[in-house]
């Protein structure tokens, strides 16, 4: 009975993959919003019914994609960090913000689910907040080390955020002000790291050759930074990332 068990469990598991992969396709295909369990079941030679049995709608398909790619790219970023143990703050948030892209670059579709426009039709379930903070998380933790060394100024929090700031912080750092989770989550990844090249002193040149853009985007990013950080002008901004201790005087990026 014991090896007919297994036998069955390893087949679900076989299966379970199979139909994953089959959605991911779709997804490359036609998008999310467009995925449909008859299309899989029928790609896959299977009967709807059968399919049911393993995902009952097409809601829980896309939260089992969506839980997926979240552990993806958090175990990426985690494993990035893990990998620049020791070294300075901006050399771990840089590498953490690069292993995230480049998880990304791979997996342009996956990134697109859950980092692009929302699935009409669709509600995230607490399944996916979890997986969904692992990035989060990573970068957190990376701030509350340069917080506990030299210190972070950042400017103030606008009233209309501060609630949700605190109730954020409280959730996710609550040894944190809520200033800094706050700016930490405005950005996106691509704007975190521009800030660290700008905070070593690169031009928007320089920027773009690093990241291999071209010096307009570079432009933008650094602009949207300096929007959300509330930066007067570049200048600011490059004492913003010394004061967040993810640069120190010396370092060459």
Known sequence: MTTVRGARARARVE???AIKAEARAQLAAEGAAKLSLRAVA??????????YRYFPSRDDLLTALIVDAYDAVGAAAESAA?????????DRWTAVCRAVR??????????ALIYGSPV???????DTNAPAARVGLVLIGIAREAHGGEGIALPPLPDVLRPEA??????MAPDLPPELVAALGA?????REVMALVGIGLSNEEIARRLVVSPLTAKTHVSRAMVKLG????????VLAYESGLVRPGWLG
């Open 120 to 126: 009409p039709g669709y509600t995230a379930p607490q």
């Open 102 to 111: 480049a998880w990304a670059v791979a997996h342009p579709h996956e990134y």
């Open 42 to 51: 029928r790609e896959l030679g299977m009967v709807s019914s059968a399919l």
């Open 15 to 17: 299966i379970t993959a």
């Open 166 to 171: 605190v109730r954020i912080t409280a959730d």
């Open 187 to 191: 950005l996106t990844d691509r704007e």
């Open 82 to 90: 893990r990998e620049a143990a020791g070294e300075r703050s901006l």
């Open 231 to 238: 930066a007067r002008d570049r200048a600011q901004l490059v």
